[in-house]
């Protein structure tokens, strides 16, 4: 099976701009969850999306937003980008059954750069 | 405030020696609690997964272990290699499908 793919890998944007960053997660895989990493913060929640509807939200900004799309394909939108928003962002997908206890299986992530 | 605390931010061990790496945590009740393994530039890999039942769980070189009273786990890594350098996370659920995840323990094996 492919692994979750995310695209771009890396992306650069000024101030103000609005970005989209892109997910494909592993066939079968119905969970899809976004983080945000940076060294400061670490591994941040950002929401999960199961069959097209956000199932958790984490404590980010509502310039932060996310969709599923009914093949499991998510995207996270950041509007008016700021330059904290800068790092990494990861995709993780996960069986969403009792027995893999919600693993995820993370992308490669999308390298953001806010100048 | 809900809180998950790794030791240290890095961790510095000889070759074949056994690294000890901490995960605790403040007002969460996981269920269960996981260690990934972040190597640069990639994204986390899924290591083991133990449950509020179980005291502890081995796998090849890694044992992990959970005290639901202290609301600590340990993660060990025996004979260790320089291959096993990396950032280790630990991650607990938080509300059902809602993972979170600590800031990590940078693992440096040295030969």
């Known amino acids: 099976k492919a692994g979750v793919t995310q695209t771009p890998r890396y992306l650069i944007k000024t101030r103000g701009q609005q970005v989209t960053l892109s997910c494909s997660p592993i066939s079968g ?18 929401f999960e999306y199961f069959s097209e ?10 310039r932060f937003s996310g969709r599923q799309f009914s093949n499991s394909r998510s995207e996270m939108n950041v509007s008016t980008l700021e330059l904290g928003d800068s790092a990494l962002y990861l995709c993780a997908s996960s069986p969403s059954s009792r027995l893999a206890k919600n693993i995820q299986y993370f992308g490669a992530g999308t390298r953001l750069s806010v100048l | 405030s809900q809180k998950i605390e790794q030791n240290s931010e890095a961790l510095n061990i000889q070759e074949g020696k056994t690294a000890t790496l901490t995960c605790n945590y403040t007002n969460y009740s996981p269920a269960y609690l996981q260690w990934y393994r972040q190597d640069p530039g990639r994204g986390p890999v899924f290591l083991l997964l ?57 693992l440096t094996v040295k030969p």
């Open chain 1, 29 to 46: 895989h119905r969970s899809v969850s976004w983080y945000q990493q940076t060294p400061g913060q670490g591994l941040q929640f950002l």
């Open chain 1, 53 to 62: 509807t956000q199932r958790n939200k984490g404590n980010f900004p509502g």
């Open chain 2, 50 to 106: 133990i449950r509020e039942n179980e005291k502890e769980k081995r796998k090849e070189r890694l044992k992990v272990t959970f005290d639901t009273t202290l609301k600590q786990s340990l993660f060990h890594i025996t004979a260790s290699q320089p291959a096993d350098s990396a950032t280790y996370l630990c991650a607990l659920d938080h509300n059902n499908n809602d993972m979170r995840f600590g800031a990590g323990t940078r």
